[in-house]
């Protein structure tokens, strides 16, 4: 099977612009996950989608947003760009329907850097 | 409120030596436990869950309710475990899950 892929893989964007990062899940995965990885932060959770629905949001502000296709590939926006959103986002898939089918298979990521 | 703590940011032990990376826990119910591993220049991957108690290159991991203690463990420490390594929890109420800070892992020559 392939493994989650994530585009683009790097991004360059300004203050005060908006940014759309794409997710494709492994085939079959209805749950699409979103993370943001910083040195400071670590990894924190931003979303879950399943089967088109957001079933779980984490703390981040409204600026963040997603949404999750038939095909369950998944996309992820940024809108006014902020210094501090500068990091790297994951994807990560899973079958997500109970217990012993929510390990998260990660895409390599979208390394964004907002000047 | 869940929560994943992982003591150490950086532990170096030498080849050949046991290693063993903390991990605990805040779950008030029973908790899903897993541990990730990203070497370098390479995607964050899943290395072991405990509701398999399984070992894989040689990790274990058992999971200790009273101590709400994940702690990962390998009695021979080889140059390629050298990664970063990161204990996760699923929320089963929030049904999403919970990193720790993650451990660096350097194994010396």
């Known amino acids: 099977k392939a493994g989650v892929t994530q585009t683009p893989r790097y991004l360059i964007k300004t203050r005060g612009q908006q940014v759309t990062l794409s997710c494709s899940p492994i085939?079959?995965?209805?749950?699409v996950s979103w993370y943001q990885q910083t040195p400071g932060q670590g990894l924190q959770f931003l979303f879950e989608y399943f089967s088109e629905t957001q079933r779980n949001k984490g703390n981040f502000p409204g600026r963040f947003s997603g949404r999750q296709f038939s095909n369950s590939r998944s996309e992820m926006n940024v809108s006014t760009l902020e210094l501090g959103d500068s990091a790297l986002y994951l994807c990560a898939s899973s079958l997500g329907t109970g217990t012993g089918t929510y390990e998260q298979y990660f895409g390599p990521g979208t390394r964004l850097t907002v000047t | 409120a869940q929560r994943v703590t992982q003591p150490e940011k950086l532990l170096s032990v030498f080849k050949g030596a046991p290693v063993e990376l903390k991990c605990n826990y805040s779950y008030s119910g029973s908790p899903e436990l897993f541990w990730y591993v990203q070497y370098s220049r390479q995607r964050l991957q899943l290395l072991l869950r405990h509701i398999s108690r399984e070992s894989i290159k040689g990790f274990t991991a058992d999971l200790n309710k009273g101590e709400t203690s994940f702690h990962l463990k390998k009695p021979f420490a080889q140059e390629e475990d050298s990664a970063m390594y990161y204990c996760?929890?699923?929320?089963?109420?929030?049904?999403?899950?919970?990193f720790g800070p993650g451990t660096r892992l350097s194994v010396l020559p």
């Open positions: 996760a929890l699923f929320d089963n109420y929030g049904q999403n899950f919970v």
């Open positions: 085939s079959g995965h209805r749950s």
